[in-house]
């Protein structure tokens, strides 16, 4: 590759120049089975990216992927524990008032733990 790549530079036109068959240096290295990088070359293409440089792509992709994963996660414990801050509050005001969820929608008769008062919000949202 760095010989074409260096012939091509020094004469960019004798790609596209025919031999005494009409073959193009293209023709010849596809015929010949030349690599990919080539014919992107000859073509005037950028060369496919090597497999190092798809990996290095690939591999810094994941890590940004795991990061934002990371965030995600410490996002939904927070999340998680605002809801238990605020789903316990309204235990508690099911105990000491338990009519006061009616205005909200809840049917405090129907609340015997947290997930069956998380339903009766949901509900009523």
Avoid: W
């Amino acid at each position: 590759l760095e010989v074409v790549e260096a012939l091509y530079r020094a004469y960019p036109e004798a790609a596209h120049q025919k031999n005494n068959d009409s073959n193009t240096p293209l023709d010849l290295a596809i015929a010949d089975g030349a690599s990919p990088n080539v014919v992107a070359l000859l073509q005037g293409k950028t060369s496919p990216p090597s497999d190092d440089e798809v990996f290095e792509g690939a591999k810094s992709k994941c890590e940004r992927m795991e990061k934002e994963l990371q965030r995600g996660m410490e996002s939904h414990d927070v999340i998680q524990e605002e809801l238990e801050s605020v789903l316990s509050l309204l235990m508690d005001i099911k105990e000491a008032h338990p009519h006061a969820l009616f205005s909200a929608g809840v049917d405090p008769g129907t609340v015997t733990d947290m997930d069956s008062l998380l339903q009766q919000v949901r509900h009523a949202g």
